[in-house]
């Protein structure tokens, strides 16, 4: 573990908020946030708990819930709790990307039931798909978005819950990211063997002869 590894991008950003329309967005800033669930990549249809550490689907597929791990924290240090989750949900439905609007359609509901658990009712029976959609939901701070504009672009580093924050920005350049020494998920066994390097710097380019270039020297 540690060092650094730097990676080229095409293009340009202005923004490090994943989650709106507007605006071009510095590459990886999603990986953030964490999801209640992770995808296998070499398992198809297999998700693991992230966030959640346990999840029930109704036995007629009208409903999931999910039950999040007690230790699950933002960067500051602050818990993940249902309400992030209603708010996540209820936020980038209505204020995000119109992509959230549409993957989300077939949700009629998320509803807090407990302390640490959180209900997704669903309005399509017919997409059996459902529950790892809802699972797929990334979290992000009801307290934080109390006082930051969601619906802004911004270059000031988001509050997530991912294994790495935000370094430095060089707007349109230059971004790094820095693993996270208190990430609270690092001994999960969905992530062990990952997240290595101590940073992961992503260096802008206009042109990809110059990335070429670059790579070369």
């Known amino acids: 573990q540690g060092g650094t590894v730097k990676l080229a991008e095409t293009g340009t950003f202005d923004s490090l908020n994943p989650f709106i329309l507007k605006g071009v967005k510095a590459p990886a800033i999603a990986g953030l946030f964490e999801a209640l669930m992770v995808s296998s990549l070499d398992e198809p249809q297999t998700m693991y708990g992230l966030i959640a550490e346990s999840v029930d689907v109704a036995p007629d597929r009208r409903s999931v819930e999910f039950t999040l791990r007690e230790a699950a924290r933002f960067s500051d240090g602050s818990r993940i709790t249902p309400d992030d989750v209603v708010f996540s949900f209820t936020t980038l439905k209505e204020k995000g990307d119109p992509t959230f609007a549409i993957l989300y359609a077939g949700v009629k509901a998320v509803e807090k039931t407990g302390p640490r658990s959180v209900r997704f009712t669903f309005s399509d029976l017919k997409n059996r798909e459902l529950p790892m959609i809802a699972a797929q939901l990334p979290i992000i701070s009801k307290a934080y978005y109390e006082k930051v504009d969601f619906e802004k672009t911004t270059l000031e580093a988001p509050l997530g819950s991912g294994p790495y924050v935000v370094e430095s920005v060089e707007q349109g350049r230059t971004i790094i990211y820095k693993r996270n ?32 270039e670059a790579f070369k020297a």
């Open 181 to 212: 020494p208190n990430y609270w998920g690092k001994n999960l066994a969905v992530n062990r063997g990952q997240n290595n390097f101590e940073r992961i710097r992503y260096d802008m380019y206009r042109d990809e002869s110059v990335t070429l």
